[in-house]
């Protein structure tokens, strides 16, 4: 389990973590989402034990991960700035993982390798973004962590090395309990993956809740009855709540029973309800004022 | 055991790819070593000597393509080691891999160690393997010298491989901890060689304020040879190639001592920092106030020539300062948007502690101005002989006179005390002056010296240092017997007229002779000493040393010279008696020419217009012409060699035709003068009256 509590952060007199609480069970896929700028790459730099805390605490499996060698032996971490050691090419970069991951799997490695097609003799520096990417997560899952921590993972892959790619880690997750942390704005495709999702802003955690229950838990609403009523929405939380004529649209949080009962009660004419994706969680979440809500959700 | 474990924890994996990566830097610095130093050895084997020079050269470490290594190969190391500090992608990558920040930084320290170590000492290895005996020589036939100090020696080596691993491995250090502290490679690379080379220059900064402000400051003396012994670098340029036993250990030191703080520092260091100018705030300040002072400085004193007075150096000062603090603070916050209330808090800073600097010279804030020590606490003093000499020794045995004496310290504090109250200032330099310096060994870290310009006359008339001179003590430390002679060999004996020149080579002779001398030097009151008046002759004496603290050993040759006053009555009569009788007497005169005071020369125009004739030397026409050879003879028994002040002497020319034996006397039709114009050269430092 990977926890951070109450961390905060600053850069020069800059707050980019404030008070900061993230919490990752053991086995689960977890996605750090946010605006530019929100504190996402800083909150993984310090779970992979790059950056130190100015105050709070980070732990996996209750131990903190800064300077902590038997944490790091058994994590992959996967920037989005990535780095090899000049004029390397896969298979030396690989003999160094090998030598300082424990863990490593030299057959997978090698499986993996012609899986993506990479030609292990060129360097790496001469690989295109995506293949550079490739062969990242080809040395990072093969030295077979616990963690996994990917900053935007799948920037600049094809959708088929993408689709491989969360092969990957998800069989590692489900075979081996692999821990995962992940960061991306592609919310469509988390959507699929995470078990969690931590909305972040501004260095501070708006929405951190497992992702089957946000999205059973907030809903998209069209209601209009043939005699409108005061209190027809009466017990619940209407987030939002525009009319078009009769007809109107809400963004409810409840149950969906709750709603569909309150609702129904007053006999509505219309009545359409759509749980919110991700996506429109995280514009709602995030994206400012009721006007430009009004535009992109409805 | 755990503490230890981890404070000098490794990854030889790490190293192993550093190794990998970095193989060409040592490949490169072994070539250049090999090529320059161990091909041309190997190219002439069977012969060393005629590269015996250049063999010592290589050796001592003064050979330019090692001192290029030395410098080029160790910073290089360092900036590439480290330079996955210096971009925000590879410090979160290597930071997130299974290393503690401790087992990363000794990594790649122990990896530059073996980068920077291993070309020396193969190439170390190599030399030893070709050591020799080879000996340096000078001259040809009958004048060859052949020394006696084997170059190319085990023991040289040794030497070699030691001074050449302190210095890389002092400026790889130096270049580790700027590492540290500075975010990208650029400003890693520039300030390792700033940072190398800041305390020699700071030197040199602080020598040119105090010369310029501070009376008596003192440009030589061991605070050069400290300052320059900071920096392994500078020390070797500065020792001839050695260092001493202390330097080793400071140096190592250094090392540790830097090793110590960039390790301290790595932990601490911001990685977010990567890609800034400097990583840790505290530098910030220092680096910009070092720009700001070099760059005032540098305005400060180019001003000062554009116009007289101290008004000029203030105002480049003040120029200096606003530049360049500008220049250092766009540096340190990479950002031109340095006009700022933060900015401005910082210039304010930096110009107080500027104007206390300047305002503390100016006043002599620390009283260094007025400073003479303690008699009684100096264990013992010195100082050089200003003017004309009246002996000199090699430099083998270059020993200054050392007062121990209480008396003489006493009167060498005394004079010192005489100079500060009258404060001497050249007044366009008219006045024949000198450099005195004055020197106190005191019980502290740092001896005492300082540096005046004095006139000729303020130095005779100086009743302290007849004292000191007449002394026992100065007669028997400057005897011509305490130059740990063991032979005298040839004594040359030389005028300044070209006709006398003779050689004496029979060591009883010569040891007589130098019996003679010693008796004058002791009888020789100071007055004679310090006199102006010709010198009889010179003699040069040549003697090989005893090997007691001799460089080279016994046998080495030593030379010194007494320049005979014409009242040293015991060697003269010697000479005379040996056939070397070599007065000038007014018989042989056969006219002086007189040229008027400085003040009365024409100017440089009209000096072109008038050709050059007999009587009309470089258009100056003399004053006066005496042939009388009574006054001839006045004039000989007055003449100095010297000017004291150049608005109230006489040059004269003295016209002669020397003393040949009838069987010498040459054929003047094949030689560049004749009968009559041997010349030379003096000065009248008083009225004509005694003419009249």
């Known amino acids: ?298 | 055991m755990r503490l230890k474990a981890s404070y000098f924890s490794i990854s030889l994996p790490l190293i192993k790819e550093n190794m990998r990566k970095y193989w060409p830097v040592s490949v490169l610095a072994f070539l250049v070593y090999f090529l320059s130093g161990v091909f041309p050895i190997l190219m002439s084997y069977r012969d060393l000597t005629p590269l015996a020079p250049y063999i010592q050269m290589s050796l001592h470490n003064l050979q330019p393509f090692f001192m290029g290594a030395h410098l080029f190969v160790p910073v290089v190391t360092a900036v590439l080691l480290y330079r996955y500090l210096q971009n925000s992608g590879s410090v979160a990558v290597m930071h997130s891999m299974p290393f503690t920040r401790l087992r990363l930084f000794n990594s790649g320290f122990a990896s530059g160690i073996i980068l920077v170590s291993l070309p020396i000492i193969l190439n170390g290895i190599i030399l030893l393997l070709l050591s020799k005996p080879v000996y340096r020589q000078w001259g040809y036939g009958e004048t060859l010298t052949i020394s006696t100090e084997n170059v190319f020696a085990r023991a040289e080596v040794f030497n070699w491989i030691g001074t050449s691993l302190l210095i890389v491995l002092v400026l790889f250090s130096v270049a580790v901890f700027t590492g540290i502290v500075t975010g990208n490679n650029l400003m890693h690379l520039l300030t390792s060689y700033f940072f190398i080379f800041l305390i020699p220059l700071l030197y040199a900064v602080f020598n040119v304020y105090f010369s310029e402000f501070l009376y008596g400051f003192d440009l030589s003396g061991n605070w050069l040879d400290i300052c320059l012994s900071i920096s392994p670098y500078t020390e070797i340029l500065n020792s001839g190639g050695y260092f001493s036993l202390f330097e080793v250990l400071y140096y190592i030191g250094t090392v540790i001592l830097m090793l110590v703080v960039s390790a301290i520092l790595y932990n601490k260091r911001k990685l977010e920092r990567a890609s800034d100018s400097l990583t840790f705030g505290f530098m910030k300040p220092i680096i910009c106030y070092i720009i700001a002072f070099l760059g005032m400085t540098m305005l400060g004193f180019y001003f000062q020539v554009l116009g007289e007075g101290r008004l000029y150096l203030y105002a480049g000062f003040a120029a200096g300062t606003v530049i360049f603090f500008i220049i250092g603070r766009m540096i340190v916050t990479k950002s031109a948007r340095i006009f700022n209330k933060e900015g401005l808090k910082s210039f304010l800073i930096y110009a107080l502690i500027a104007v206390i600097f300047i305002v503390g010279l100016n006043v002599d804030a620390v009283g260094f101005e007025k400073r003479v020590p303690d008699p009684e606490k100096v264990n013992s003093a010195g100082f050089n002989l200003p003017f004309q000499w009246i002996m000199w020794r090699s430099s083998v045995d270059e020993r200054e006179p050392i007062l121990t004496s209480p008396e003489n310290i006493e009167a060498l504090a005394a004079f010192h005390r005489s100079i500060l109250d009258s404060r001497f200032e050249q007044a366009e330099g008219k006045l024949y002056t000198s450099s005195l310096r004055i020197q106190y060994d005191t019980p502290g870290l740092f001896d005492m010296s300082r540096q005046y310009t004095i006139d000729y006359l303020f130095w005779a008339e100086s009743p302290e240092m007849k004292r000191i001179f007449e002394s026992a003590e100065y007669k028997s430390k400057n005897s011509f017997y305490n130059v740990r002679a063991d032979s005298y060999t040839r004594a040359t004996l030389y005028t300044d007229r070209p006709e006398n020149n003779y050689d004496i080579s029979e060591p009883d002779l010569v040891e007589e002779l130098v019996a003679c001398m010693e008796k004058d030097f002791r009888a020789m009151s100071f007055e004679e000493y310090i006199s102006l008046r010709p010198s009889y002759v010179n003699i040069e004496i040549q003697y090989t040393y005893t090997a007691e603290g001799v460089v080279g050993g016994k046998g080495e040759t030593g030379y010194m010279t007494f320049h005979v006053p014409l009242n040293a009555e015991n060697t003269i009569n010697w000479l005379k008696a040996h056939g070397y009788n070599l007065d000038l007497t007014a018989d042989m005169v056969e006219k002086i020419d007189i040229y008027g005071p400085e003040s009365q020369y024409t100017g440089d125009a009209e000096r072109v217009e008038v050709p050059w004739t007999k009587d009309v030397d470089r258009g100056r026409v003399p004053i006066m012409t005496v042939t009388d050879k009574e006054k001839i003879e006045k004039i000989l028994q007055n003449y100095h060699t010297s000017r004291i002040d150049y608005n109230n002497s006489y040059e004269i020319r003295i016209y002669y035709t020397p003393r040949f034996d009838e069987s010498e006397e040459p054929d003047y039709d094949n030689r560049d003068y004749e009968r009559g114009e041997y010349q030379i050269f003096g000065y009248l430092n008083q009225s004509l009256d005694f003419l009249d």
């Open chain 1, 1 to 298: 389990m990977i926890k951070v509590q109450n961390v905060d952060k600053s850069f020069d007199g800059f707050k980019a973590l404030h008070n900061l609480n993230l919490n990752i069970r053991k086995g689960s896929i977890y996605g750090l989402v946010g605006k530019n700028g929100a504190g996402k790459t800083t909150v993984i730099k310090h779970v992979t034990g790059v950056l130190r805390q100015d105050a709070g605490s980070i732990t996996i499996d209750g131990e903190p991960v800064y300077e902590n060698l038997a944490i790091k032996r058994r994590m992959g971490y996967i920037p989005d700035d990535l780095y090899f050691f000049a004029s390397y090419n896969l298979k030396e970069s690989a003999r160094f993982y090998k030598s300082i991951y424990p863990n490593w799997n030299e057959e997978r490695y090698h499986h993996m390798v012609k899986q993506f097609q990479l030609d292990e003799k060129r360097k790496l520096s001469k690989f295109s973004k995506g293949m550079q990417k490739q062969a990242a997560f080809v040395l990072t899952m093969s030295s077979m962590p616990d963690y996994l921590i990917l900053d935007e993972p799948i920037d600049g892959l094809d959708p088929i090395i993408r689709k491989l790619v969360w092969k990957y880690i998800v069989e590692d997750v489900a075979e081996r309990e692999m821990t995962v942390l992940v960061s991306s704005h592609n919310l469509r495709e988390m959507e699929g993956i995470c078990d969690s999702i931590g909305i972040l802003s501004e260095g501070k955690m708006m929405i951190e809740r497992d992702l089957d229950e946000l999205k059973t838990d907030i809903h998209k609403i069209q209601v209009a009855f043939r005699e409108p009523k005061e209190d027809a929405y009466a017990g619940l939380n209407v987030l939002h709540k525009e009319s078009r004529g009769t007809v109107d649209l809400l963004i409810i949080r409840n149950r969906r029973e709750l709603v569909d009962k309150v609702i129904s009660q007053g006999n509505p004419v219309v009545f359409d309800m759509l749980p919110l994706s991700l996506e429109e969680i995280f514009i709602y979440e995030l994206g400012g004022g009721d006007s430009e809500i009004k535009g992109i959700i409805f």
